[in-house]
């Protein structure tokens, strides 16, 4: 069963960094790119990061260039969303997605 | 504001038929494939069509999918009230590099 599981988020003070993680299993993670994608709360979909097969390519929305870092380990079927400087329109639920499945969603709140 | 353009909302009875537009350019919709997703309320989204108009193993084929030009439809038979959720479209953006969503269409059947 192809399962991406998300982790890492949390309650975290303006300008303050998190670090989710995205632990793939039940397909062949190298072979497929992977996406950030969040969603504010009532809010719609938005792409936060693309990340290529090997990681050689990184891809932002406008929103977050210069603050968010996408990274992937093959050799751990992991990908990664370092965010820096963080701010409270940066509040919403973080979705790990490749093209066969969407992750449960990890929660970022940003607030003092 | 979303790059692409759906209506925020359709309704139809139960076992009618519905379509949801997704509108964009020629540097996304017009250059690339069109994904669409079902998201229900408080849950992940999931993969509803891919590379226009096909279908994940499991989605029923009341759903479907097409692409002309610059623009995408979702359509579905035979609705049910179980099929009331939000839809978006996505594809890729060529001046953006990066994915681009549709704003949602919230589908009710009544």
């Known amino acids: 069963e192809v399962q991406l599981v998300e982790s890492g988020g949390g309650l975290v003070q303006p300008g303050g960094s998190l670090r989710l993680s995205c632990a793939a299993s039940g397909f062949t993670f190298r072979n497929f790119w992977m996406t950030w994608v969040r969603q504010a709360p009532g809010k719609g979909l938005e792409c936060v990061a693309n990340?290529?097969?090997?990681?050689?390519?990184?891809y932002y929305v406008d929103s977050v260039k210069g603050r968010f870092t996408i990274s992937r380990d093959n050799a751990k079927d992991s990908l990664y969303l370092q965010m820096n400087s963080l701010s409270a329109e940066d509040t919403a639920v973080y979705f790990c997605?490749?093209?066969?499945?969407w992750g449960q969603g990890a929660l970022v709140t940003v607030s003092s | 504001q979303p790059v692409l353009t759906q209506p925020p909302s359709v309704s139809a009875a139960p076992g009618q038929k519905v379509t949801i537009s997704c509108s964009g350019s020629s540097s996304n919709i017009g250059k690339h494939n069109v994904r669409w997703y079902q998201q229900f309320p408080g849950t992940a989204p999931k993969h509803l069509i891919y590379?226009?108009?096909k279908r994940p193993s499991g989605i029923p084929d009341r759903f479907s999918g097409s692409k002309s030009g610059t623009s995408a439809t979702l359509g579905i038979t035979g609705l049910q009230t179980g099929d009331e959720a939000d839809y978006y479209c996505?594809?890729?953006?060529?001046?953006?590099?990066?994915?681009?969503f549709g704003g949602g269409t919230k589908l009710t059947v009544l």
């Open positions: 997605v490749n093209d066969l499945a």
């Open positions: 990340i290529n097969k090997d990681g050689s390519d990184e």
């Open positions: 590379e226009n108009d």
């Open positions: 996505g594809t890729w953006d060529n001046s953006l590099n990066v994915w681009v």
